[in-house]
């Protein structure tokens, strides 16, 4: 079993409309969460850190429940522009992350 | 703002050659990361320095080394390559701010390798 785990999608959405992604962790110690956004052949990008009481960017909602050990990512008023890979990532030591595969996502007009 | 500078941007190579990618931090961080990505895959955390010494080690085969210099410039170098060597290396840096809850990696272009 992956320490992160994602639903690898594709997500296919319509322009407008709500999605939310799910990723679980294994490691019940992880202390740091983070959403990254990759387009193709890009790098990854920060989308959003995740807290404890749950955080909110404009569109995006992040939301962490360590009982259950799972992060999740909402996505408001989807845009042509948000189709991505949404990768989930865990922090496993103070210089150590360890992703997910990645969930796929695209906003269809 | 300055960002992640990865050098070359991309590197054919044939096998059993060797390569040197190099890194340059955002000016003032002192943690450099690499990793590697393959086709279709989410990076492999490879290996990490803080302030010019190893700080972790993860899946980096021991034909692969790296180091941090006194500016803080990384180097990765991969000796004697192999075809499954061919892949999507990245370059991270991030420092602790003051008063930040987490400590964040940003990430460079990354370094396009072909094995032949």
């Known amino acids: 079993r992956k320490e992160v785990e994602q639903d690898p999608g594709p997500f296919n959405v319509p322009e407008g409309a709500t999605v939310a992604f799910n990723c679980t962790y294994s490691n019940s110690a992880s202390q740091s969460f983070f959403w990254y956004r990759q387009d193709c052949r890009k790098e990854p990008k920060l989308l959003m850190s995740?807290?404890?009481?749950?955080n909110e960017d404009g569109r995006f909602t992040a939301q962490l429940n360590r009982a259950s050990q799972y992060i999740s990512l909402l996505i408001r008023d989807s845009k042509l522009s948000d189709s991505a890979t949404y990768l989930c990532?865990?922090?496993?030591?103070?210089?150590?992350?360890?992703w997910g595969a990645g969930t796929k996502l695209i906003i269809k007009p | 703002a300055a960002g992640v500078i990865q050098s070359p941007r991309h590197l054919i190579k044939e096998k059993r050659e060797t390569a040197t990618l190099k890194c340059y931090p955002i000016p003032r961080h002192d943690t450099v990361y690499w990793y590697q990505q393959g086709p279709g895959q989410d990076p492999q955390f490879l290996i990490s320095?803080?302030?010019?010494?190893?700080?972790d080690k993860g899946s980096i085969p021991d034909r692969f080394s790296a180091q941090q210099f006194s500016d803080y410039h990384s180097e990765l170098n991969m000796s004697s390559l192999e075809l499954g060597d061919s892949a999507l290396y990245f370059c991270?840096?991030?420092?602790?701010?003051?008063?930040?809850?987490?400590?964040?990696?940003?990430f460079g272009p990354g370094t396009r390798l072909l094995v032949l």
């Open positions: 320095f803080y302030e010019k010494m190893q700080s």
């Open positions: 990532v865990v922090k496993k030591s103070n210089y150590q992350l360890i």
């Open positions: 995740v807290y404890s009481s749950g």
């Open positions: 991270a840096s991030s420092t602790w701010t003051s008063g930040s809850i987490q400590e964040t990696q940003y």
